[in-house]
């Protein structure tokens, strides 16, 4: 019997369908032909990907599908998958194991920064690379194949449906991944990770070339939304005691070194993915996810970062506007027919040469080095 607490409802009527599908077209026209950012090559199999794929689907807790766009073309998961692998861990551990190896803090650095730990040596948290890899160490199982089929299993009950993994993409990850190597090691030093680290690391490869797309993603930010449960199938998927430690570590460093002012202008849990996806949860309501492979500096997706800050702005989706509402927050999105007012820069763009190569001067005139502090 399906416990009370297993499927979370809207108190109030249900969205405009009609409303909410005409927001999602106009904005799908007013950003399908914006051509900035890059794509993401420092994985060369990522730099295959169509620049104009774009896609926005959202997933409602009553299980509800609103999306536009290019919904079935495929991705690898990347970063996406960074919040679902650490509620396995929770789960395998509690928070007190998993806290003694990997903090909460924001670290205000790339996602592949190996300059440096927190003062007690662990990852600043379990949305970097550093914290990410030690999270999938985490994941208890009797064999590296068990191991996986847990993960996977997880991520089938959030989404809905059985994973695939893009063996190419993993494979250009493993030939490639010589900084996560080299985070692995570092933190094996520490002794956070117990495990073989070329296992781990092959782990951690896999779990981010997990194929998906916009709707899955949608889904799986919906699972958050609705306490755990899938909106679609019903099913528990997550430990409804971890939702709020998931979502926390999101809304502080989903984004990386732009989650404060993403925070400041979007408001809402979010997690990024150089594979140009970014998913983000109205607890209670729904979720969301934007695909589109161009990516800034940060290596968040530029389509994707206008979406969210447009219907941030004009819709009040912001978790700190939400609580004054009456009703269904989608019922607002219609406001979204005004382009938002643009925001003046408040930071320089500094490029990381980990998301797009960066051509080295031998001579010493070369962009400003990643190791400069």
């Known amino acids: 019997m399906t416990n009370k607490h297993d499927v979370e409802h809207s108190k109030s009527f249900g969205p405009d369908r009609a409303l909410v599908m005409s927001a999602l077209e106009a904005l799908y026209s007013r950003y399908r032909g914006c051509d900035e950012g890059r794509i993401a090559d420092y994985i060369p199999e990522l730099s295959k990907a169509d620049p104009d ?26 970063s996406l998958s960074k919040p ?16 003694q190896r990997v903090g909460v803090e924001p670290s205000g650095d790339s996602f592949d920064s190996i300059i440096r730990l927190d003062a007690n040596n662990r990852p600043h948290n379990p949305m970097v690379n550093a914290g990410a890899i030690a999270v999938s160490s985490m994941i208890e199982g009797d064999s590296p194949g068990h191991r996986l089929d847990r993960m996977l299993d997880m991520f089938a009950r959030t989404m809905g449906r059985t994973p695939s993994i893009d063996n190419e993409v993993f494979e250009s990850e493993r030939t490639t991944g010589h900084r996560n190597r080299a985070m692995a090691h570092l933190i094996l030093n520490f002794g956070i990770i117990e495990r073989d680290v070329e296992e781990v690391l092959d782990l951690y490869f896999k779990q981010c070339s997990i194929l998906v797309n916009a709707r899955d993603m949608a889904t799986m930010a919906a699972t958050l939304a609705n306490g755990g449960v899938n909106p679609k199938t019903k099913q528990r998927a997550i430990k409804r005691e971890y939702i709020r430690d998931v979502l926390t570590v999101m809304h502080t460093c989903g984004m990386y070194n732009y989650a404060g002012e993403w925070a400041y202008t979007v408001g809402l849990p979010a997690k990024s993915g150089v594979s140009g996806g970014i998913i983000a949860v109205v607890p209670g309501q ?14 968040n997706s530029v389509r994707g970062i206008k979406v969210f800050e447009n219907l941030s702005r004009n819709s009040g989706m912001h978790v700190f506007e939400t609580w004054h509402q009456h009703g269904q927050v989608l019922n607002h999105i219609d406001e979204v027919k005004d382009p938002s007012p643009p925001l003046p820069s408040t930071v320089v763009p500094v490029g990381d040469a980990t998301v797009h190569k960066r051509e080295i001067d031998l001579d010493g005139s070369s962009d400003q080095a990643e190791d400069d502090s």
Not at 84 to 99: K, N, P
Not at 286 to 299: A, L, N, T
């Open 84 to 99: 679902f692998t650490h509620a396995i861990a929770l789960e395998d551990h509690g928070r007190e194991y998993v806290m």
């Open 286 to 299: 729904f979720g969301i996810c934007v695909y589109s492979p161009p990516v800034d500096e940060r290596g």
């Open 53 to 78: 794929c774009f896609a926005i689907s959202i997933v409602t807790v009553d299980g509800e599908v609103f999306e536009v766009g290019d919904i079935e073309s495929q991705f690898t998961i990347q």
